[in-house]
């Protein structure tokens, strides 16, 4: 009798805890399918409870990172390295990404790892696929997960799609290890979908059934195409809270001798260095998009010298002091890497080494009575540069797509007309992919009412992709979720800021800033927009998003600027945030 009542207690913990998955063919587990069977046949007499499906909330983890390592021998974890990395970079490109959750560690288990990390041990088993336990039970257990990286015996169909299967398996598991049951476990789930519940339940319904979700056996992709769901991103925002902004906050903190940036730590949101440069006063502040170099341009006050000062973004120290010439009324940009420095004015692009401040080309541009924006660059892989003008001889807006190794314009596209009367010109934004453009425009010069629309870089096709009513504000920028920043100026000369989602045409948040204060900054990575006010001293100002859809206005402990009261000088940038790849 004993050992039929601890063999039943010991299947209920593998259904409850333990959610087995299906191989590269979306089948079920025929190990975890005997667990199942099992527990029902021997449960059969047991009073039921009501089943609920998709979050365990008695399972979500209170602690935040959560701690991930790996049960390998030295041989198997150093033959891994390139695994392990999709794994690790998926559940940061889905679950990381849009939530408040973070994982630590990822390195090899050890006698001193902790009782509550999640440790991932490897099996190709044609009987045992990947499966994970629910939630802490991830961190109770060892392991508390298993994947697979060879797929000989299990879903053999994967080789030849190893990186796929990886990342998407990868995605799934950890959703279970955040706590999330199968979707087709809800007892909402339509007849349509005929795949049986497999592993424990949830207690919290997130939302109505969602067929697109990871979790979900009847989705038409499998796992989803290891990508969330509105739904699962709902889910985990839920018990997990929103994105938090990461990396660093670099401010102009003094302008004079000896000039000062000072370091912010957005994830801890404390002040953590204070670099001092040498003679010159800051004009141009910038970094590279790799994010472990931060530049800061010197003017010397004398003839057309002045200093490029490198700064290390992980020891925030000054690497290098490069002499270099100072270009006026000019944006200053790094190359990913931070090798080279392009200096872009109403002419001309000057391209600069680093390393030792040469010029080694110049570009000239096609002024013909136009001049360019402010800030309306971007670079893609192809060693292209995308410049925008505003062409006042015939009141359009071009872009000229700058082929930077052949020293020429490679393509130009008519954007529309000129928007009259504001201070900035359209903005648009490159996709990470470099095949996009999205940017906003007026159809003609009738219009009132703003268009954002998407350029396909390959096939010069134009879709419209929303509008924007003129009440909204002048100095749209579109950003990467597909929002739209607004930075206008009154009547008053206050400036107002907005942010505006055209697929609810719902305004999420307004406010009203000091005049002076610079363009704001949309953060993709936390969904935040950064605004620098311009007042004694100055303030940063975040805008974070909330669970419930509203945005929270903070002032950062980062200071910026020590000048006279009334005085806002500095930088053209006033901030830089730097996310370190």
Known sequence: MFSQITRFFICLLAVLFISGCGDGNNLSNPAASAVSKAVVEEAASTPKTTVKGYALSTVIWPQIPIPVCW???????????????????????????????????????????????????????????????????????MPGMQLNFTFNYWSPSCNGRREFCIKTIAAHEFGHALGFAHEQNRPDTPNTCEKAPQGGNGDTLIGEWDLASIMNYCNPKWNGDGKLSPTDIEMVQKFYGMPKAKGTLYTVLRQSLPAQIQAFDLSTRTRKATVDLPSGEPTAMFSNSNGNKLFVFLDK??????????????????????????????????????????????????????????????????????????????????????????????????LHQINLDQGKVARTWDLGPRIQNISFFAKFILSRDGKKITFESLLDEKDVDRSVVELDIDTNNRKLVSTVPSTIGTNLVPTEDGTVLSFSQTGSNTTVLKLYDPKTGRTLFTDSQAPGSVAPVYHAQSKSVFSWRCTYGGAILQFEPQSDGSYKRLTLDAATLIASPGVCGGPRHAFVIVDRN
């Not at 198997?76 to 392990?84: A, H, I, L, N, P």
């Not at 041990?121 to 991830?138: E, I, R």
């Open 71 to 141: 049960m390998l021998n030295d041989d198997e974890f150093g033959r891994t390295s390139q695994e392990r990395g999709w794994v690790r970079s998926s559940v940061e490109e889905t679950w990381v990404a849009n939530s408040g959750v973070e994982f630590s560690g990822w390195e090899k288990c050890g006698d001193s790892s902790a009782s509550n990390s999640i440790r991932i041990a490897l099996k190709d088993d044609a009987s045992d696929g990947p499966w994970s336990y629910f939630g802490v039970w991830a961190g109770k257990y």
């Open 301 to 398: 006050g004398q003839g057309t010298n002045g200093d490029l000062v490198t700064i290390d973004t992980a020891s925030n120290s000054v690497s290098r002091i490069t002499p270099m010439i100072k270009v006026s009324q000019a944006e200053h940009y790094s190359s990913p890497d931070g090798s080279i420095i392009y200096v872009i004015d109403y002419y001309r692009i000057r391209v600069f080494s680093a390393e030792t401040g040469a010029l080694s080309k110049t570009i000239e541009l096609p002024y013909s009575g136009g001049t360019k924006g402010s800030n309306l660059v971007a670079f893609d892989d192809k060693a292209n540069v995308y410049v925008e003008f505003s062409q006042y001889a015939t009141n359009r807006i071009l």
